[in-house]
Antibody, heavy 120, light 113 residues
Framework: QVQLQESGPGLVKPSETLSLTCTVS????????WSWIRQPPGKGLEWIGY???????NYNPSLKSRVTISVDTSKNQFSLKLSSVTAADTAVYYC??????????????WGQGTTVTVSS | DIVMTQSPDSLAVSLGERATINCKSS????????????LAWYQQKPGQPPKLLIY???TRESGVPDRFSASGSGTDFTLTISSLQAEDVAVYYC?????????FGQGTKLEIK
């Protein structure tokens, strides 16, 4: 079955750019929407944005000026870049697949998550 | 943004008893053109990612035990676990996908009494 795996640095300095990649295995990245979600320590879930295999994307306005989500269909990967990070961006970052049929669906496959700490 | 508010924040239920979690949205998530409520429920156990339980407000995801059920429409929704099992200890979240930014409730922590 489809599995997702996040990868990237676990420690990022303030003001720098957080970069994460989600690798999709066991299935194709094509014809699905793919999301990033984050969870600060001990807190709830925040949707960051999604991307389609065509590159069409939608971001949370609260992060929009700092977020870029991209897709590389040849590698079956999609990526997250978050610029000008602060301690408030410290969180577990999850990638997830949106259920088939469009962006307005629940998210049925999740990666295990990767912890990113913003600290000097 | 649509604000999702869950109640209670935490809940302790005896094994075998019923657990009920509520979720209220600040505006309707019912899409009139297809009569579907754009709401999902997730279960998150410690150290694990969320797991999709329910979508379209009441459709159980494949593989989810039938003791999990959900109901509601418009702005008020309920997740029910009919007979609590030890493995159901988790935090439960509702999420609206009616409009972006998609938003989650604050979570309800379910424990064994």
């Amino acid at each position: 079955q489809v599995q997702l795996q996040e990868s990237g640095p676990g420690l990022v300095k303030p003001s720098e750019t957080l970069s994460l990649t989600c690798t999709v295995s066991g299935g194709s990245i094509s014809s699905y929407y793919w999301s990033w979600i984050r969870q600060p320590p001990g807190k709830g879930l925040e949707w960051i944005g999604y991307i389609y295999d065509s590159g069409s994307s939608n971001y949370n306005p609260s992060l929009k000026s700092r977020v870029t989500i991209s897709v590389d269909t040849s590698k079956n990967q999609f990526s997250l870049k978050l610029s000008s990070v602060t301690a408030a961006d410290t969180a577990v970052y999850y990638c997830a697949r949106v259920k088939a049929g469009g962006p307005r669906r629940g998210m049925d496959v999740w990666g295990q998550g990767t912890t990113v700490t913003v600290s000097s | 943004d649509i604000v999702m508010t869950q109640s209670p924040d935490s809940l302790a239920v005896s094994l075998g008893e019923r657990a009920t979690i509520n979720c209220k949205s600040s505006q309707s998530v019912l899409y009139s053109s297809n009569n579907k409520d754009y709401l999902a429920w997730y279960q998150q156990k410690p150290g694990q990612p969320p797991k999709l339980l329910i979508y379209w407000a009441s459709t159980r995801e494949s593989g989810v035990p039938d003791r999990f059920s959900a109901s509601g429409s418009g702005t008020d929704f309920t997740l029910t676990i009919s007979s609590l099992q030890a493995e159901d200890v988790a935090v439960y979240y509702c999420q609206q996908y009616y409009s972006t930014p998609y938003t989650f409730g604050q979570g309800t922590k379910l424990e064994i009494k």
